[in-house]
């Protein structure tokens, strides 16, 4: 009997006793399900995390250094200046401008209630991937003239002004008049108002407005040419001047969001394979269930195998014949289940929709989709017809065994 002749009866055998092979599949059905369903919506939210954090600048470096040392100090900053145009894209310096309260005409906004106020030179904004919407950024010639102007979040703006344009109005700033020159685009589709209720001014003027009586060293911003410049400029600063902080009793910390999202990404695969691993239970209950409905019909067709051996079967033949039943229980259970795992991600994903889309940290979308990848399908069906074959074995080699004498006696 060829390989199509072996399929055929298997199918039909399968088909024929349809309740039963259904009851049967069901624990691949589910287990196939589960895992597609957990594993897209894991490689969902990776993708989603890869947004936000790009949403904050594809390729910025988190940079922090602190030391008494003010010689070292210096060096750290002239290094990190004269890597722009290598390792990095952008440099912006900042100094936090403490308590700031904002008015216009009778409103006013505290600056301490969940708001951010800066004095920032001119590469600020694209170190910090924060983009112009309206108007114009801190320039230059504003950090050089001490220019009395201030850009402004797309939260202050609406609290103030609403539909109005704020360009070129006057806002006062701890009693100081400013100029508005522009408006900085809304992070995350405006859904956090914190990030957005910004204020910056040039930061030569940080002793004339701040809370502060003295000048403070200002804090920098980076950002890199790309994942390769943003890792080689992280691994320069660390190898340069790491253990020099550590010898001053200094604190430097220096780590790429390419990094950082590495390790969220490492952490993440991890809990997608535990919870596979957990899914994966009920498939191997469900290879238990084939195994014992095989075992039941080679019980039930003994005098069957009988007859076929008794007119020339192979022992090959008889474990052939079952094994491929085996495997197409176990397929068909798969590819129900796949079915089942493509319509409960995309629920799956609408409801994480729903529930993610007023998150304020994310960024804002139209849809939120929860698609399996063909290597997970691939992957799903693939093991669920292997263990379609392993469960199969043992009944498989005991249909294979029976005494053709003994098969046809049995009624």
Request: proline share 2%; hydrophobic share 40%; net charge neutral.
């Amino acid at each position: 009997m060829n390989a199509t002749q072996t399929f055929s009866m298997a199918v039909k055998s399968v088909l024929s006793n349809k309740i039963r092979s259904l009851l049967t599949m069901l624990g691949i059905i589910i287990g196939v399900a589960t895992v597609i369903i957990l594993v897209a919506s894991a490689q969902a939210e990776q993708k989603y995390s890869r947004l936000q954090l790009e949403a904050q600048g594809a390729n910025r470096i988190g940079f922090y250094c602190y030391t008494n040392n003010s010689r070292l100090y210096d060096e750290v900053i002239d290094f990190c200046e004269s890597q722009v145009g290598e390792t990095l894209s952008a440099l912006g310096k900042y100094v936090w401008a403490g308590s700031m309260t904002l008015k216009y005409r009778t409103k006013t906004m505290d600056m301490n209630n969940g708001g951010s106020a800066f004095f920032i030179d001119q590469g600020w904004a694209e170190a910090s991937a924060r983009h112009i919407t309206l108007g114009r950024g801190i320039t230059e010639a504003d950090v050089r003239n001490q220019s009395r102007v201030c850009v402004i979040g797309d939260a202050v703006r609406k609290y103030f002004f609403g539909a109005m344009s704020p360009l070129d109005q006057k806002i006062k700033i701890n009693g100081q008049s400013f100029t508005i020159v522009g408006v900085y685009q809304p992070l995350y589709g405006g859904k956090l108002s914190t990030e957005d209720q910004l204020v910056t001014l040039p930061l030569t003027l940080q002793r004339r407005v701040s809370q502060y009586y003295w000048e403070q060293d200002p804090e920098l911003v980076l950002s890199g040419t790309d994942r390769d410049g943003s890792e080689k400029f992280c691994e320069e600063v660390k190898a340069r001047f790491e253990q020099r902080f550590n010898d001053s009793n200094g604190n430097l910390y220096v780590e790429s969001v390419n990094q950082y999202q590495d390790q969220m990404e490492q952490q993440a695969n991890k809990e997608s394979a535990k919870t596979a691993g957990i899914a994966a239970i009920s498939l191997l209950v469900g290879g238990i269930g084939i195994m014992n409905i095989m075992l039941v019909t080679v019980t039930e067709r003994t005098r069957e195998i009988g007859i076929r051996m008794a007119i020339g079967a192979r022992k090959r033949d008889i474990i052939s014949q079952f094994l491929i039943e085996s495997a197409v229980i176990s397929c068909m259970g798969g590819l129900i289940g796949i079915f089942f795992g493509f319509i409960g991600s995309a629920i799956w994903g609408n409801m994480m929709f729903g529930s993610m889309v007023d998150l304020p940290y994310m960024p804002k979308v139209d849809t939120f989709l929860v698609m399996p990848s063909f290597g997970l399908v691939l992957g799903a069906f693939l093991f669920s017809a292997l263990l379609g074959i392993i469960f199969g074995l043992y009944p498989a080699n005991k249909a294979a065994s029976m005494q053709p004498v003994d098969a046809l006696r049995t009624q």
